[in-house]
């Protein structure tokens, strides 16, 4: 099947620089969504990228869709203590119609900020 | 705001027991998804039922069945609770099936098989 990778697996960094994560795939994919996971809970939605090319900002979250559809990257600036999780990229594959679009998953980013 | 409300939290199984796990979302998505999260292999899709009434198997679907029981409800039942189905296991839910809408998921089951 599909085979995300992700990197780096973790990263430990100190409160206020910046972080760079990317994800590629073997496959291209028509829509790339970065989630994050705090302990306990299940991932949230970060950003969801939907055209080749695409830069989308969320407040100090950055992702883009990679030209060839088969990359992407997230990018925080400025890191803050919330900030540390697990940051998951997936990539979707929909065909339309009734077709499922399938989700597949990297296999994570574990992000620790030391203040 | 519930979203996609999942129970139990936690569940500590003997081998060879059954169990169901529930999931239930307010969102009136159409697209429900069960996964499990290993540890260094993200999260893998176990079942999916894109509408009302149809269910589908992801990739790791052995071991598991399930149920959509109506738009909002859908379960996720082990017959015969192995070892190996120790794990976190996520239930989310999307607009549509097929389409582009992002999936959001509940806070999670923890299951662990002694």
């Known amino acids: 099947g599909q085979q995300l990778n992700q990197s780096p697996q973790s990263m430990f960094i100190q409160e206020g620089e910046d972080v760079s994560m990317n994800c590629t795939s073997s496959?291209?994919?028509?829509?790339w969504l970065w989630y994050k996971q705090d302990p306990g809970e299940g991932p949230v939605l970060l950003i969801a990228?939907?055209?080749?090319?695409e830069l989308t900002s969320n407040g100090r979250l950055t992702a883009q869709f990679g030209i060839t559809r088969k990359d992407s990257f997230l990018n925080i600036s400025a890191s803050i203590p919330s900030d540390v999780g697990i940051y998951f990229c997936?990539?979707?594959?929909?065909?339309?119609?009734?077709?499922?679009?399938?989700?597949?998953f990297g296999q994570g980013t574990i992000l620790t900020v030391h203040p | 705001n519930a979203g996609v409300t999942q129970t139990p939290k936690f569940q500590v199984l003997k081998t060879g027991q059954s169990m169901t796990l529930q999931c239930a979302q307010d969102?009136?998505?159409?697209?429900m998804y069960w996964y499990r999260q290993d540890p260094g292999m993200g999260l893998r899709l176990i079942y999916y039922?894109?509408?009302?009434?149809?269910?589908d198997k992801g990739e790791v679907p052995n071991g598991y069945n399930v149920s959509r029981l109506n738009k909002r409800e859908f379960s996720l039942r082990l017959e015969s609770a192995a070892p190996s189905q120790t794990s976190v296991y996520f239930c989310?839910?999307?607009?549509?099936?097929?389409?582009?809408?992002?999936?959001?998921f509940g806070d999670g089951t923890r299951l662990s098989i002694l």
């Open positions: 989310a839910s999307s607009e549509e099936d097929g389409g582009y809408q992002p999936q959001h």
């Open positions: 997936a990539g979707q594959l929909s065909a339309g119609g009734t077709s499922y679009g399938k989700l597949t």
């Open positions: 990228l939907y055209k080749a090319g």
């Open positions: 496959s291209i994919f028509n829509t």
């Open positions: 969102m009136n998505h159409n697209s």
């Open positions: 039922s894109a509408s009302e009434g149809t269910t």
